[in-house]
């Protein structure tokens, strides 16, 4: 089946990593006009788009410096009034465990992963509600949401709480046709985790164990995620989080 966007606009943060090269071609592919944000800097961005042959404008931005997102949010829109869905994509950790990792550390990991994502919200939101247009938020969150890990609390707590946000803006915002949803990907074979995975015996062994389809996530099968929720298909789904983990986030006894 073929997924139909060209009538879709879809503003992305962290659009230049590992699984969002695979979401971007996906979406392209589709027809969506991209407008592209990250913290890389325009010229090498552009060149990363030719290569994977992805057509999108391009913003450099930082998502945790909470005025650049405003800027850089009113100046995508100025260029591209037909912004309809915006993916709040940039998020990631290191593995620090909490007796060791400082309290500057903690604060830095939720403000990327959570705080970060509010900024983009209240950007996009307002917006769209200036325009009095329907929109659409998809957040990009994490299985570990829902269950504990060694070493990412701040993570696992940030991703956990921006899952809870994004029902609550879906609940204040329906009355405006805006909808908030979220992708909750598991282990993805793409970028650091793959290179960990190929080069870690214990996390290779972990990883394993843990998805119980015997299989990590493809970046593939995320971008389908997004192909399916940024589409017409899933008009009426509001306030979701799709976990496509392989099974990974299912609660396991012994
Ligand atoms: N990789 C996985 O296995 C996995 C699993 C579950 C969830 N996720 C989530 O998927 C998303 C993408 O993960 P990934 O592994 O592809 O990421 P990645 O590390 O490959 O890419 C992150 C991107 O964000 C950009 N970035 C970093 N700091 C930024 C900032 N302050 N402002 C703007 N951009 C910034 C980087 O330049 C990079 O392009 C994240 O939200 C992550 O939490 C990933």
Not at 20 to 48: N, P
Not at 93 to 114: H, L, M, R, S, Y
Not at 133 to 146: D, E, N, P, Y
Request: hydrophobic residues 45%.
């Amino acid at each position: 089946m073929s997924i139909d966007l060209s009538d879709k606009t879809i503003l992305l943060t962290g659009g230049l990593g590992a699984i969002a090269e695979f979401i971007l071609k996906a979406l392209d592919k589709a027809g969506a006009t991209l407008v592209i944000t990250d913290r890389i800097a325009e010229a090498e961005a552009r060149k990363m788009l030719a290569q994977w042959g992805v057509r999108a404008d391009y913003f450099e931005l930082d998502v945790t410096d909470p005025v650049a997102v405003t800027r850089v949010t009113d100046a995508a829109f100025a260029k591209h009034p037909g912004i309809n869905v915006a993916l709040g994509h940039a998020g990631g950790t290191g593995v620090f465990p909490f007796e060791t990792c400082t309290q500057e550390n903690f604060d830095a990991i939720v403000k990327f992963n959570f705080t970060a994502q509010t900024y983009l919200a209240r950007a996009v939101l307002a917006q769209w509600r200036e325009r009095e247009c329907a929109g659409h938020l998809i957040f990009t969150s994490s299985f570990v949401s829902q269950i504990p890990m060694e070493g990412i609390s701040a993570y696992v707590a940030s991703k956990a709480a921006l899952e809870m946000f994004a029902r609550n803006l879906a609940l204040e915002y329906a009355k405006h046709q805006i909808r908030v949803n979220c992708v909750s990907p598991g282990n993805v074979a793409a970028g650091s985790s793959k290179l960990i995975y190929d080069n870690d015996p214990v996390y290779r062994a972990w990883v394993d164990r843990v998805s119980p389809l015997g299989k990590r996530n493809s970046p593939e099968s995320i971008a389908n995620a997004f192909l399916y929720l940024c589409s017409h298909l899933a008009d009426e789904v509001d306030g979701f989080t799709l976990r496509v983990d392989a099974g990974a986030g299912l609660p396991k006894l012994g």
